[in-house]
């Protein structure tokens, strides 16, 4: 958990862009005085933006003689995808129901795919196969990790006061 917390705390500075000051410090060092990095080693932080590289979530860019690491649209999708993750965790339920329904063409199969298997990692249940319902508030964090991905033009999100004959949801939900 500490780890997966480091990576979420450094693709969120690297989201505010990440100045790289050649002889003044070093890009660890910038983070933990700018940023409020929590407290890893010089050499896990290196290997942790190399790791960032190879997954294509961070590149290095230079503007006016500067350098910067920046977010991907794959490191942006992570980014949003790691803060979704951490708003599920909020569990208290406000007695509305959050109903994602989409309509993904059959050439976007991938990205069908893709959707169906964050919602279940979501922990929302299936409805029908485009319609997916979950109890607890995401609706911000899941609309920028849609947006980012191409997907919310596909979607419909409703929040609902009243689902019919929802006891079987609200037992597997543990309401």
């Known amino acids: 958990m500490k780890q997966s917390k480091f990576t979420t705390s450094l693709l969120e500075i690297i989201n505010n862009t990440l100045e790289l000051l050649p002889g003044l410090e070093t890009p660890y060092q910038h ?8 407290p890893v080693s010089h050499r896990h932080f290196q290997r942790t933006i190399s790791r960032f590289q190879k997954q294509g979530w961070i590149k290095k860019r230079e503007v006016n003689q500067k350098y910067f690491y920046e977010l991907t649209k794959r490191g942006k999708i992570e980014l949003l995808w790691r803060k979704l993750k951490t708003d599920k965790t909020q569990k208290k339920w406000d007695k509305k129901w959050r109903i994602l329904i989409f309509d993904i063409p059959e050439k976007e199969k991938k990205l069908r795919d893709f959707l169906r298997e964050k919602l279940k990692s979501l922990e929302f249940v299936k409805l029908q196969e ?8 995401v609706e911000s964090s899941l609309k920028g990790f849609l947006q980012e991905t191409g997907i919310w033009r596909h979607t419909c999100f409703l929040v609902a006061d009243v689902v019919e004959n929802d006891s079987a949801l609200r037992k597997h939900f543990c309401l």
Do not use: D, E, H
């Open 31 to 38: 983070a933990r005085r700018l940023r409020g990095l929590p």
């Open 130 to 137: 485009s319609v997916w319902i979950y109890p607890f508030k």
